[in-house]
């Protein structure tokens, strides 16, 4: 015959409480969950942080303008978009409204709400990224993915402009999964099983996965953005030290060895960084004619640049100068002064970004505005920086600017979680 198990005796403070007790203090603790969802729900009815918003529209409708002064002169001369000179813009333009109504919805969103999407929105994720990869019958060896320009990328109907980059995607559902799984943890960050496997794997697994499209710039980003709120949340300070340790150690081996030519991928580009001018004709027609172009803009445009839509590099010059080049046009047309005022812009959004973190009602919305802001952060450092050859050609694109419906689309619905934060910020006392 069994024994019976004891009835568990329920206490406070150690103290036996009877049942009367136990149901008072039930319905205390839940009167007290309602008040905090209804101090929640009110406080996600506050203004939206109007310095963000206004920094960003401002980035968006500069951005705009760039892109047509930039891409008109391409799009006229293609037939395949029926040489149509406003294609690139219109496209831009149809998803910025889109993008500006995500953000206008997703802002008066209470963000908690985003905890429950947490893990949804990490496999949806790596599942896109999976797929991607297939493998399959077309010329980039894929069955679904898309190719452009030597890399299968995208995910879409083939011929028309619905079609999207995953690791767009990737980028959102980590900052998302990372921000409610490490907000959890408090203490726990600083230790090896709960603070950084957990987080690391599927952070390396996105990177891992956008590499292998091959998406280098991509990579560099996911991980990026992962490694910023890993450390914001509060792992050990040893993990840091070898991370930064091996990404110095990484970055020399890569940029002044020849590990690069000995693995064969984007050795080219290497080279084309340490000299571009250098080399044969062939060379400089071929790998580095883009950075060459690049710097040509840039130069010419000197201090107060050629005027605005008068750039001459746009013409047949300078590939790509619509996506990830077109900080070279902005600095040909408009010159260092208004290209210095453009970077002032990203600047000061990207700290109104982190101040908006640092003053978040709680640990999740912090980490969330933390990933949304170092995105942006990296791409704009990424793009300018191989614009102006400080750093190899990585395929990144300008945020705002460069031209790509779909990316302005997520970032602007980022744009409207940050303000989502916003809303729930405690307003300052007065004194």
Known sequence: MTKKKPRQVRTRNGVPLTRDEYRQLK????????????????????????????????????????????????????????NDALYYFKRQVVFAGLGVFAMSVIGKINYERFRGMARLALYVSL???????IPGPN???????????????????????LTFQPSEV???????????????????????????IPHIVPLALAAGLTMMEPHFSGAILIFGIGAAMMVVGGIHWGWVAAGIGGLCGGGYLLLFTD?????????SRIAVWRDPFGGDAEFRRGPAFQTIQSLYAVGSGGLLGVGLGKSRQKFGFLPEAQNDYIFAIVLEELGLV???????LFALLIIRGYWLAIHARDRFGSLLVVGVTTQIALQTFLNIAVVTNLLPATGISLPFFSSGGTALAIQLAEVGVVLSVSRQIPAPKAR
Do not use: H
């Open 170 to 196: 990737a980028k959102v559902g980590l900052i998302v999964y990372l921000a409610e799984s490490i907000s959890k943890k408090r203490e726990k960050m600083s230790t090896l099983r709960e603070g950084f």
């Open 259 to 267: 590990l690069m030519q000995k693995i064969g991928y984007n050795a």
């Open 338 to 344: 208004g290209g210095a005022l453009i970077m002032l």
């Open 127 to 133: 599942g896109l990224l999976v797929v991607v990869m």
């Open 27 to 82: 319905r205390q603790k839940e009167r007290e969950e309602r008040r905090k969802r209804q101090e929640a729900w009110e406080a996600a009815r506050g203004p939206l942080d109007l310095p963000f918003l206004l920094l960003a529209m401002l980035l968006l409708a500069i951005g705009l303008i760039m892109l047509l002064s930039a891409s008109f002169p391409s799009a006229q001369a293609s037939s395949r978009l029926n």
């Open 139 to 161: 010329q980039y060896g894929r069955l679904l993915a898309l190719g452009e320009n030597g890399a299968a990328r995208w995910l879409g109907i083939p011929g028309t402009s």
